[in-house]
């Protein structure tokens, strides 16, 4: 069964760093496309950053500059650094990655970004 495990959320002030990882563990087929999304309350799910098997990448204009998303493939794991951190940044934060065609989400992380 197809896992998916966040972790790194939690507590920062503005101005910030945190950085999240999330690990694929469950499945013989390699991971394609893995991304993070973000809900803040009374809001829809948005796209943050995603990233390639090969390395492409593409981010929200939100967050450019300011977050990196990268992965390794050897460990099937995705990771967003997250800089210079903004109240604005305060969500849940989830994984996302495609196994042979098929979507999977994790359960998601909390970050808050508050002084």
């Known amino acids: 069964q197809v896992q998916l495990v966040e972790s790194g959320g939690g507590l920062v002030q503005p101005g910030g760093s945190l950085r999240l990882s999330c690990a694929a563990s469950?499945?013989?087929?390699?991971?394609?496309?893995m991304a993070w999304y973000r809900q803040a309350p009374g809001m829809q799910r948005e796209l943050v950053a995603a990233?390639?098997?090969?390395?492409?990448?593409n981010y929200a204009d939100s967050v450019k500059g300011r977050f990196t998303i990268s992965r390794d493939n050897t460990e099937n794991t995705v990771y967003l650094q997250m800089n210079s951190l903004k109240p604005e940044d305060t969500a849940v934060y989830y994984c996302?990655?495609?196994?042979?065609?098929?979507?999977?989400w994790g359960k998601g992380t909390l970050v808050t970004v508050s002084s």
């Open positions: 996302h990655a495609v196994i042979n065609v098929i979507p999977y």
């Open positions: 469950g499945s013989r087929f390699g991971v394609s496309t």
């Open positions: 990233i390639t098997r090969g390395g492409s990448t």
